[in-house]
């Protein structure tokens, strides 16, 4: 058996891993000099070898743990168990990754019935002494015999009743004896001993108590929350106690370097005069503002000011610390990284670099990416999130708050918007044709999809809030309404929506916008030092990609051509083009839209003036353009002025088994070449408008999607270029473009070195790869991902970050394979996987040029390509 224990000065902050990570803190800050009690740390693989010997502590770890107990009764002078002069110790868990609040603690541990007799003639203070004996029954019952916590609770709160007290202080000697024997009299009922009284039987109960304490419910449900590994286990500090309850020149409180919201540089905490540090922590006294202590206790606030001075400067980082004042002496129990919010964050990082604390590079990686996207988006009001009532919960899909009124459809959403109203649009699943809804809406709730759902990605790039997946809910969109448990919400009612949480209230509930300070804009300047990945946007909109462009965005990676389409102008002639009898019938239908797409291309190309734009050729299905029920179809065929039979056998001739694998991208583009030829020439003659009347150098790169065979680009390729190319030499303007394929056919990676001799770039459309190479439905995988998680079948999402193992080597294959015939192919990715930090690392490694995301994910993206590069380069440094 190795080395279990370490006294705090044998240790140091590096050890982490071993000493938890409270233990190498407490080790840390006993060495360089600050004022912590003495003490020692039983490390965590002393905790995985009581897991592995059936929950026991062995005789060998119960002798070093008492030999160290020694070591602290040298140190201090006082004895355990001694009745004259005991020494009390705290018993605290530790892991080395913070759990805040999910495992055990134990306070005055050391005290019984001759000890606290002889701690009172020496304190001077009995109240302290019998105060303290009670709060160890109730938390060693509490946490070591499973007293249900309640039933101390109840007797404490009895008495003060009885007595007209509000507050714990009001007790006396003599109310404390008497619940001192209630306690031990209902400690021995649920527990079925009496309590112990052997402080060295106290001590080995409450370490292994602690160990326990990892596998509790809720820090195992914590760690899998955050993704904190199993295995790790917890480390156990036995602390010498100090007394914040030894009188009005006596405290405890927990305080912040900064404050934890804003990054103010300035402390930020709580304490309570006459107090024990659990009093903060549970809420049973209300705390006083750390400022206050300039008044009642000013030597002490000075004390902490120059502690947290010295803890910043050493950690180089905000801290969060517990402290405890004992007769007018100041003592540090615990300092960790604080936690703070997304805002606090980014102007801490700033503010460091600028107070020569840490470099850019450190900065940048302090950074959480994803919580920076919730800068971007409205929140809701904490405090009246706390009064409102949850009734469903989904996938947590695209950040930010919104509060509406529920429509079921894209018509009806529209109209109430059009009166003023804030609209929430409710949908089994929404489809383009949900686009105009959509864009008016505050938000959307589906019952199906998952996280790259078609409501998911659309919500993602206009910036808006969207619950995907709520299978708490069942949709009834023909009665209008939804229900989620006992509720019913109609037509009308109003919901929030929570998309950082993926909760669904019922009612209204205040939104605000957090503030984007000018430390938001420094920071992501300095990621464009370090990145070497570009960070392009999906956009279809002028609108949508001045929004990228504010954020950074050095390009357009995906433009959707297909949600042009369904502005109320323009629908019916698509559906005309659609239900066309012949080519030449289709052909004037495609004329009437050369216009339109025309118009939206030209607006795109003068935003985005000098930087490339990847425009899609149409993708989608036809059915998706057209009434699906019997209902609407008799509308269309009026509007339209044609036979409703012969409508609807278009219709149901359309219908495929497997749309997303069907008549799609490039096959439209063989079997009806005249679309891709329009939208050619509508991309082609609006940049050569553009560069003719703005002077702009316009970068126009045309995508044809779904590719899988070598012949289908070669095919549409050599139509596309004829097209542009006469346009361009009639226009006598010199224009350059390009012309590319979206990978998202598996079949595609296995052979992009014969796509890539007719390929000027690739961009990886991961949606549907991870779609197709795992067999999984993205509108459908919602059902059953949740439980492979859990079960350990699946880490990730893989809709969310690329599976690395399947979807990541078809990646790596084709830019591989493609780079081999064309080394300087252009490559990058353009699903929603571009806007997550995780499988921006990926595209950073395998060497992709870009990633394109969301106008709103931009910012996240260039943070994370910038923390991939810094990472790549201390691996290869080390």
């Given at each position: 058996?190795?080395?279990?224990?370490?006294?705090?000065?044998?240790?140091?902050?590096?050890?982490?891993?071993?000493?938890?990570?409270?233990?190498?803190?407490?080790?840390?800050?006993?060495?360089?000099?600050?004022?912590?009690?003495?003490?020692?740390?039983?490390?965590?693989?002393?905790?995985?070898?009581?897991?592995?010997?059936?929950?026991?502590?062995?005789?060998?770890?119960?002798?070093?743990?008492?030999?160290?107990?020694?070591?602290?009764?040298?140190?201090?002078?006082?004895?355990?168990?001694?009745?004259?002069?005991?020494?009390?110790?705290?018993?605290?868990?530790?892991?080395?990754?913070?759990?805040?609040?999910?495992?055990?603690?134990?306070?005055?541990?050391?005290?019984?019935d001759d000890s606290i007799k002889g701690m009172a003639k020496l304190t001077n203070n009995p109240r302290l002494v019998y105060d303290s004996y009670r709060r160890l029954i109730q938390m060693f019952g509490d946490v070591v015999m499973k007293v249900p916590k309640e039933e101390f609770d109840n007797i404490l709160e009895s008495i003060k009743k009885?007595?007209?007290?509000?507050?714990?202080?009001?007790?006396?000697?003599?109310?404390?004896?008497?619940?001192?024997?209630?306690?031990?009299?209902?400690?021995?009922?649920?527990?079925?001993?009496?309590?112990?009284?052997?402080?060295?039987?106290?001590?080995l109960m409450a370490v292994n108590a602690v160990f326990k304490s990892w596998q509790n419910p809720r820090a195992i449900s914590y760690r899998n929350i955050s993704k904190i590994p199993h295995d790790l286990g917890t480390a156990v500090n036995i602390q010498t106690m100090v007394f914040g309850n030894m009188g009005d020149n006596s405290a405890t409180g927990v305080m912040f370097t900064r404050n934890p919201s804003t990054g103010e540089k300035k402390l930020y905490g709580e304490f309570l005069i006459n107090a024990q540090g659990e009093d903060v922590v549970a809420g049973i006294r209300t705390p006083q503002h750390i400022d206050e202590m300039k008044n009642v206790l000013p030597e002490n606030y000075n004390d902490l000011k120059k502690i947290s001075n010295t803890l910043e400067s050493h950690y180089k980082d905000m801290q969060d610390i517990e402290f405890t004042i004992e007769n007018g002496k100041t003592f540090i129990l615990q300092t960790r990284t604080g936690k703070r919010t997304a805002e606090a964050a980014v102007n801490i990082a700033v503010d460091m670099v600028n107070e020569g604390l840490i470099d850019k590079k450190t900065a940048i990686?302090?950074?959480?990416?994803?919580?920076?996207?919730?800068?971007?988006?409205?929140?809701?009001?904490?405090?009246?999130?706390?009064?409102?009532?949850?009734?469903?919960?989904?996938?947590?899909?695209?950040?930010?708050?919104?509060?509406?009124?529920?429509?079921?459809?894209?018509?009806?959403?529209?109209?109430?918007?059009?009166?003023?109203?804030?609209?929430?649009?409710?949908?089994?699943?929404?489809?383009?044709e949900d686009i105009d809804g959509m864009a008016k809406a505050e938000g959307f709730l589906t019952s199906r999809g998952g996280m790259t759902s078609h409501a998911a990605v659309v919500a993602r790039q206009m910036g808006k809030c969207c619950i995907a997946g709520c299978g708490d809910i069942e949709v009834e969109e023909h009665n209008n309404r939804f229900i989620a448990g006992e509720e019913i919400i109609k037509e009308g009612d109003y919901i929030s929506l929570d998309g950082n949480t993926g909760k669904v209230y019922k009612g209204k509930i205040k939104t605000t916008i957090p503030g984007l300070s000018g430390n938001f804009n420094t920071l992501l300047e300095w990621t464009d030092n370090f990145r070497r990945l570009g960070v392009w946007a999906n956009a279809d909109k002028a609108a949508d990609a001045k929004k990228a462009l504010d954020f950074g965005a050095e390009g357009i990676g995906l433009c959707r051509t297909e949600h042009m389409f369904f502005d109320d102008e323009r629908i019916n002639y698509v559906r005309r083009m659609i239900i066309a009898k012949d080519t030449n019938e289709r052909i004037k239908a495609l004329d009437k839209l050369f216009t339109f797409q025309k118009d939206d291309f030209k607006s795109l190309f003068e935003t985005m003036k000098d930087k490339p734009v990847i425009i899609r050729l149409l993708d989608p299905p036809l059915h998706e353009f057209l009434p699906q029920d019997e209902k609407g179809i008799k509308e269309l065929s009026k509007e339209l002025n044609v036979d409703f039979s012969k409508l609807k056998y278009t219709v149901e001739k359309l219908k495929e088994f497997n749309p997303m694998?069907?008549?799609?991208?490039?096959?439209?583009?063989?079997?009806?070449?005249?679309?891709?030829?329009?939208?050619?020439k509508a991309i082609i003659a609006a940049a050569v408008e553009v560069k003719r009347g703005k002077d702009v150098d316009v970068k126009p790169e045309i995508m044809i999607p779904l590719v899988g065979i070598d012949k289908e680009i070669k095919e549409i390729r050599d139509r596309v270029t004829e097209i542009a190319d006469t346009i361009i030499s009639e226009s006598g303007i010199r224009l350059k473009y390009k012309v590319g394929t979206m990978i998202e056919v598996p079949r595609a990676s296995?052979?992009?070195?014969?796509?890539?001799?007719?390929?000027?770039?690739?961009?990886?459309?991961?949606?549907?790869?991870?779609?197709?190479?795992?067999?999984?439905?993205?509108?459908?995988?919602?059902?059953?991902?949740?439980?492979?998680?859990e079960n350990g079948i699946l880490e990730e999402d893989p809709f969310t970050t690329i599976d690395e193992n399947g979807v990541g080597k078809l990646v790596k294959m084709g830019v591989e394979l493609g780079r081999s015939v064309k080394p300087d192919i252009v490559v990058g990715i353009c699903g929603e996987h571009g806007g997550d930090p995780k499988?921006?690392?990926?595209?950073?490694?395998?060497?992709?040029?870009?990633?394109s995301c969301s106008p709103y994910r931009v910012p996240v993206a260039r943070l994370a390509a910038a923390q991939a590069a810094i990472m790549e380069d201390i691996e290869i440094e080390n």
């Open positions: 058996m190795g080395k279990y224990v370490y006294q705090f000065e044998e240790g140091k902050k590096e050890m982490k891993n071993l000493l938890g990570g409270k233990g190498a803190n407490l080790a840390e800050m006993t060495n360089i000099g600050l004022p912590v009690p003495p003490g020692f740390t039983i490390t965590t693989e002393a905790c995985k070898y009581f897991f592995e010997n059936n929950e026991q502590i062995t005789d060998e770890l119960e002798k070093e743990i008492l030999k160290n107990i020694a070591k602290i009764e040298k140190k201090t002078g006082k004895k355990f168990g001694n009745s004259k002069n005991p020494l009390l110790v705290s018993v605290r868990s530790g892991a080395p990754v913070s759990m805040p609040g999910m495992m055990d603690t134990i306070l005055n541990l050391g005290l019984n009885r007595e007209g007290f509000k507050s714990d202080i009001e007790l006396n000697v003599d109310h404390l004896k008497e619940i001192i024997s209630e306690y031990k009299r209902i400690f021995k009922k649920f527990s079925g001993i009496d309590f112990p009284q052997e402080p060295k039987v106290q001590l990686m302090r950074i959480d990416p994803k919580a920076i996207e919730q800068l971007l988006h409205p929140i809701f009001d904490s405090k009246e999130l706390e009064k409102s009532k949850v009734i469903a919960k989904g996938l947590a899909a695209s950040p930010g708050a919104a509060t509406g009124r529920v429509y079921f459809t894209s018509v009806d959403a529209v109209g109430a918007a059009k009166k003023g109203e804030r609209v929430i649009l409710v949908r089994k699943e929404t489809s383009p694998l069907g008549h799609r991208g490039c096959r439209l583009g063989i079997t009806y070449p005249e679309i891709y030829e329009m939208q050619t296995l052979v992009a070195d014969k796509i890539a001799e007719y390929a000027d770039f690739f961009s990886f459309g991961t949606n549907d790869l991870t779609q197709m190479t795992f067999g999984f439905s993205r509108d459908d995988a919602g059902k059953f991902l949740t439980i492979y998680r499988s921006i690392e990926l595209c950073n490694r395998i060497g992709l040029n870009y990633v």
